[in-house]
Every structure is written in structure tokens, then in C-alpha cells.
């Protein structure tokens, strides 16, 4: 198996020197650059690709049965075996969230070949845009898109940091739901680097999800009043950064209380001067927990304890959801069938996934390769070659029992 020789072609691809983590953002050069590998690697295996017009690629093995190409928009065969993960990170994040999904796919379709099977139905490798949300602030856009999560008109008005709309970026207006897409497809399984410690800590390399956290994002912006840092009084002052602070260990304390998870991981402050009292302060809550109604309840004490506090400092909240993920409990049936098939252990999960919007259209699975320290999110994140082949075996197994018989 050719992992570390795959691994190796696409490494250096958007890895930033200094911090050793990936800034791999939807549609910019680095990711451009992986979605041509990506092209590259399926012309390799003879495996045509079909773009969906959100900005999803697929690459298909195998003729599904009276394959009638559709346009642009690839083949319409029915049934294919979707598999494949994203490309984009976080700011400086780590190699393998995303990636190896996408590698791990073509290497078990080199597997398969290897001992002679073929599918009966098609096996497609997918390459998902802008998973992480990290340029136009929605996770799982491309999928969101593709089941028809997200509006397209809302999409393609996206904006990253330097006002570039997702639409100009695509170079389009976003397609949007695939109507077929049910037809097209039964199932999807994605693999993933576990970002955790559960296989570590069950001894195993391979793992299967059986259900996603219920999770979102919420804009805090906090506005006060601009002023001299020197020369103005602090009982004069309206200073949102005092908000906003507040508003950080109140998510932290409520998230304690509930076995949840918060984290203010982002902020922007105008005008950002060392000697200036901030005029506006914008933060964004990532909020997740087990159950949706602890959910709800942290964010809305959070949004109760800020608005408090904003009262008192004398400035102004206003609190926007930018994305919600509910609970996802991935398909009984195909979880215990690749559990079993496996004799891998079964983990719920707090990270979000393209599987985790999928769910709601197609059977869903996800395979997660072992994490050595549960790391993600981070240039520290790993895993071992050993452990990444034996993701790629499994993962031939399941798409072996999934499309080949
Ligand atoms: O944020 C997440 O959970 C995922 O990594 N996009
Ligand atoms: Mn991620
Ligand atoms: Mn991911």
C-alpha cells in the first residue's frame, strides 16, 4: 500500500512554515492545488470526475447500471457507494482532518482492484468544500449545499475576510440540492482522523461513529463607545472588551456546569489599537453538547449572562446563529453492519462532519482512524502510518461489502 507515498505528494501542500499547520482554505491556492491532485489521482485510476456545481467533486468507479451521464453534473447512475471526506482546515490546523479521508478513499479503491474485485454499483470518492467554515463562516457548505441545507442565493453571498463571495470564489452561483441525490446514492462512509482519545484508549485503530454531538455557532457582537485609552475615566467608559471577557468565562463556567462544551476561539476588535477603549468587540460562540436541550440551555444562559453584563458596563449585545448541527444519530443498521464486519468499537462524537449533513439524506457511517493524542485542530495533530493503512483496509472492507456484492 502506498500511503506514505500518497501522504507525502499532498504534505507540503498549504503548510505554513512557521507554525507547521495548514492553511488550507476553501478555493484558494492550496486548495486548488489539492482538488487538481485529486483530479490527477483519479485520471491515475481511470475514474472519471463530475463536479456538482456547489463546488463538490466526485470521482467515480465502476458503471452504475444504465449509466446516464446528466450534464455537468456527472453521472445520474443510481446506487453508487459515496466515500471521501474534505480538503480545507482551520487556520493552521492539522494534516490529517479531511485529507486522509480523501487518500484513504483512492488507496482502498487500489485495494479492491488489487484483489480483483469490482463494484456492481458505483463507488464514488468525494472531496467536500469548505468543511471547516474557516473562510465563509458555514461548516459543511458544500454538503449543506448538496442536500439542500443551505440556500444557494444565502451561499453564494458568503463573504471571507477580504469581502471575496463564495459565488465569486465558485466563479458561480452555487447549483444547490442535488434532487437526485437519493437516487444517485446509497450510502456514504467517511472516514476520519479521530479527534479524540477513544481508540487510544480502547487499544484500537479503527473505530465507528455512531452519532454526532448537536453543535452550532453564534455571533456575539458587543458595541460600546470608542474612546482615548489615557484621558477617558473608567467610570466613564463603555468599554465592550469588558463584555466581552465576561461573556468568555460565562461560557466556560455554563459549559462546566452542563458536561458541555464552549469555546470562544475567534474575536475581532475595531479599532484594535493598544491605546484606544474599543468601540466594538465581535466574538463567535462554538457551543456543543450530548443532548440538543443542553445545548439550548447553555447558549441561552451564556446569551442571558452577556446581555447582564452589557447592561451594566453600559454597551450593546446583539447575539446572530450562524450555523446549527442537531444531533446526529448515523444509520443503526449500517453502524452495527460495519461494527460487526470490523469488530471495530463504536464512539459518539463532538466534532462536526459532511457526514453529519449527509445523515439526514442518505444511510450514513463514519469509519474514525486512531488519534495518538486525540489532538485536532492543531499542527500537533497525528497519526500513525500503521494506523492510517489499517483505515484504508477497513475502509476497503466496508466498500467491498457495500458495492461489491
Ligand atoms: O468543527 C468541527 O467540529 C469540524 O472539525 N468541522
Ligand atoms: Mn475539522
Ligand atoms: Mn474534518
Not at 38 to 49: I, K, N, S, T, W
Not at 124 to 130: D, Q, T
Amino acid at each position: 500500500m502506498r500511503f506514505r507515498e500518497s501522504w507525502d505528494e499532498i504534505a507540503p501542500v498549504g503548510r505554513d512554515a512557521g507554525s507547521g499547520g495548514y492553511l488550507r482554505y476553501a478555493l484558494t491556492e492550496p486548495e486548488l492545488r489539492l482538488r487538481e491532485w485529486f483530479r490527477a489521482q483519479a485520471d491515475l485510476r481511470g475514474m472519471p470526475v463530475s463536479a456538482d456545481g456547489n463546488g463538490n467533486l466526485f470521482a467515480w468507479w465502476g458503471d452504475p447500471p444504465g449509466d446516464t451521464r446528466d450534464g455537468d453534473t456527472g453521472r445520474a447512475g443510481t446506487g453508487a457507494v459515496l466515500t471521501g471526506s474534505h480538503f480545507d482546515s482551520v487556520p493552521h490546523g492539522g494534516a490529517y482532518d479531511g485529507p486522509l479521508g480523501i487518500v484513504s478513499a483512492f488507496l482502498a479503491v487500489d485495494e479492491l482492484r488489487a484483489a480483483g474485485a469490482s463494484p456492481v454499483r458505483p463507488v464514488v470518492v468525494a472531496a467536500f468544500v469548505e468543511e471547516e467554515g474557516a473562510r465563509f463562516g458555514v461548516p459543511c457548505l458544500g454538503s449543506r449545499l448538496l442536500t439542500g441545507e443551505i440556500d444557494p442565493d444565502r451561499a453564494a453571498g458568503l463573504r471571507d475576510a477580504a469581502g471575496v463571495s463564495f459565488a465569486d470564489a465558485l466563479g458561480a452561483r452555487p447549483a444547490g440540492a442535488d434532487p437526485a441525490l437519493s437516487d444517485r446514492f446509497a450510502a456514504f462512509v467517511e472516514l476520519h482522523v479521530e479527534q479524540g482519545r477513544a481508540l487510544v484508549d480502547a487499544g484500537a485503530p479503527v473505530g465507528v461513529a455512531s452519532a454526532i454531538w448537536p453543535h452550532g455557532r453564534w455571533r456575539f457582537e458587543l458595541r460600546g463607545e470608542g474612546n482615548h485609552a489615557g484621558t477617558t475615566r473608567m467610570a466613564d467608559r463603555r468599554d465592550p472588551m469588558l463584555t466581552f471577557a465576561f461573556t468568555v468565562l460565562a461560557a466556560n463556567k455554563e459549559a462546566r456546569l452542563r458536561g458541555a462544551h464552549a469555546t470562544v476561539g475567534r474575536v475581532a476588535v475595531a479599532p484594535n489599537a493598544t491605546n484606544a477603549v474599543p468601540s466594538t468587540v465581535t466574538c463567535w460562540l462554538d457551543a456543543r453538547a450530548a443532548a440538543p436541550e443542553t445545548l439550548r440551555e447553555l447558549v441561552e444562559a451564556v446569551h442571558a449572562k452577556a446581555a447582564e453584563r452589557a447592561r451594566r458596563d453600559g454597551t450593546e449585545l446583539t447575539v446572530t446563529p450562524e450555523s446549527a448541527t442537531p444531533l446526529v444519530t448515523f444509520d443503526g443498521g449500517l453502524t452495527g453492519r460495519l461494527a460487526h464486519l470490523l469488530a471495530a468499537p463504536v464512539l459518539p462524537t463532538g466534532a462536526g462532519h459532511d457526514a453529519g449533513v449527509l445523515a439526514a439524506r442518505l444511510p450514513t457511517a463514519m469509519l474514525f482512524v486512531r488519534n495518538p493524542t486525540g489532538v485536532s485542530h492543531s499542527p500537533a495533530e497525528s497519526a500513525t502510518d500503521d494506523d492510517c493503512a489499517a483505515g484504508v483496509v477497513a475502509l476497503a472492507r466496508v466498500l467491498e461489502e457495500l458495492a461489491c456484492r
